[in-house]
């Protein structure tokens, strides 16, 4: 069968079409025409702050009330007082950053990337003063907590220097995100611990999964890259001799001992190191990179860093949908009458109808070939059909619909008739494109025109009865 096309208003760039087919039912949530109740933006209160004692890449759990929700707007902590670090200085300290609540009970804020507290961001001491947190609506309210006392002393901690793609020059050294077949690279100091030397050196630990890294070795006569696994953790062992850094990164030439599982491999060089391939239907993929480090004394710092490898682009879909048509009711069958006792009825149609879906983009190409992105939306590599929950390649049919599945009584002396009512509707889903230094973009709407079928069994006591559903009507998009 053709597939019909349905053109949709395109703000910013071009629209493409493709066929499509039925899938989730959808019901559009009607207008209960109730008011909802006045939000206020509440004053927090902060009761307690926990831990007292936090290395880089730790959390505090700060308990209290009122906290804003992410419905209603954004928060932030703020820490007021003074560092004391451990070569003596003294330094002013008036540090906010943002905070994701937990909850209107709890938010959690994580100290990373580094010692926030010091100017250069490398020294163990101990805060003392005051945190505050503040609740910002959307609608430009904002109100501030009085100030909870804390005092918080900094353990020795590992403080990531570099992560990010080796083949760009990015403009932060450490990123969070970044896109799938990166080589990337890895540098970490540890604070708080001996320096390394020949005779006391350090041992840092590296662990990757294999699930999330394309890695391959070359040294010597063996080629570990011959017996790795599709999935577990590898662990890179790096003694350092001279100071407190340890690197670990794609086309690494120093020599390293390498475990897989519990299997001791040996020593060894990275000759790759890749962030994977997303699998299919994934949207992105959050990964961690554990790394622990040992010195001669026994004392012990760890990290875990937090890594999200994005493809080309991302499709945000929150259900986000709206009516674009409703279409006159039809009459399917002739008029069945209830005859003497009353009759039971099923709904049944003497003629079919078929609808496509088509996919549509309000797409900003220009500021997606600024960043290397294609100006085509389907080579951006987004599984749409996994995005929408729907496959866009298959044919919508009331004679297959299960949404048409309906039963009623019709009354004794009465006649019944079944209508079938269509129903347009547009799913819409942001377009987030990514670089390899993880920085984002908006890079439009991704917009599938969908169809639904709503069956009705109208009854009266004359042939034909009308119809119980809603007239037709276009609705402003």
């Keep these: 069968m053709k597939c019909p096309r ?3 208003p395109i703000a910013l760039g071009i629209l493409l079409s493709a066929c499509g087919g039925e899938g989730t039912p959808y019901t559009p949530n009607p207008d209960s025409g109730g008011v909802l109740p006045k939000w206020e933006n509440k004053t927090p209160a902060l009761y307690v702050a926990s831990p007292s004692e936090l290395a880089v890449g730790d959390e505090m759990t700060i308990l209290g009330k009122d906290f804003i929700d992410g419905v209603h707007g954004s928060m932030t902590v703020r820490f007021l007082g003074t560092f004391f670090d451990d070569q003596g200085n003294n330094h002013a300290v008036d540090y906010t950053t943002n905070a994701n609540p937990s909850n209107t009970t709890k938010v959690r804020w994580r100290l990373f990337p580094n010692v926030v507290f010091h100017p250069q961001g490398d020294r163990l001491g101990r805060f003392v003063g005051q945190l505050t947190v503040t609740n910002t609506g959307f609608d430009g309210s904002q109100t501030t907590s009085t100030g909870l006392p804390v005092t918080i002393d900094i353990k020795p901690s590992i403080i990531p220097r570099i992560v990010r793609p080796t083949n760009v020059a990015c403009g932060n050294a450490v990123i969070t995100d970044t896109r799938e077949g990166q080589p990337m690279a890895f540098t970490a100091e540890v604070i708080g611990l001996r320096e390394g030397t020949a005779d006391t050196p350090l041992t840092f630990h590296w662990t990757f999964m294999f699930e999330h890294w394309d890695v391959a070795f070359s040294h010597g006569s063996f080629d570990p890259s011959s017996v790795i696994p599709k999935s577990g953790a590898m662990l890179i062992t790096d003694e350092v001799t ?8 794609d086309g690494g030439t120093k020599n390293m001992l390498l475990k897989i599982g519990e299997d001791l491999l040996g020593t060894t060089r990275l000759k790759s190191l890749k962030t994977k391939q997303i699998p299919p239907g994934g949207n992105n993929m959050p990964i961690s990179v554990n790394v622990a480090v040992v010195d001669s004394a026994g004392k012990s710092a760890r990290l875990s860093l937090t890594l999200t490898i994005h493809r080309m682009a991302d499709m945000i879909y929150n259900e986000n949908d ?19 006792i009353g009759r039971d009825s099923s709904y049944h149609e003497t003629q079919s109808e078929s609808r496509a879906r088509s996919m549509g983009f309000n797409y900003n190409a220009q500021v997606g070939v600024t960043m290397g992105l294609p100006s085509n939306p389907f080579a951006l590599g987004v599984n749409f059909s996994a995005g929408f ?5 298959e044919t919508l049919s009331t004679d297959k619909s299960q949404s048409l599945n309906l039963s009623g009584h019709i009354l004794p002396g009465m006649y019944g008739v ?3 009512q269509t129903t347009k509707i547009e799913r819409i889903a942001r377009l987030v494109g990514w670089t390899a230094c993880g920085e984002s973009v908006d890079l439009g709407e991704a917009i599938l025109t969908d169809w639904i079928f709503t069956p009705d069994l109208a009854t009266g006591p004359t042939c034909v009865p009308p119809s119980n559903l809603p007239a037709a009507q276009i609705f402003d998009t």
């Design 6 to 8: 349905y053109r949709l």
């Design 242 to 249: 001279q100071g407190r850094a340890s690197v670990v990164q």
């Design 322 to 340: 709206r009516i674009a048509q409703r279409y006159q009711p039809v009459q399917v069958t002739d008029c069945i009458p209830g005859g003497n």
């Design 389 to 393: 929950g729907v496959n866009i390649n």
């Design 418 to 420: 079944f209508y079938r």
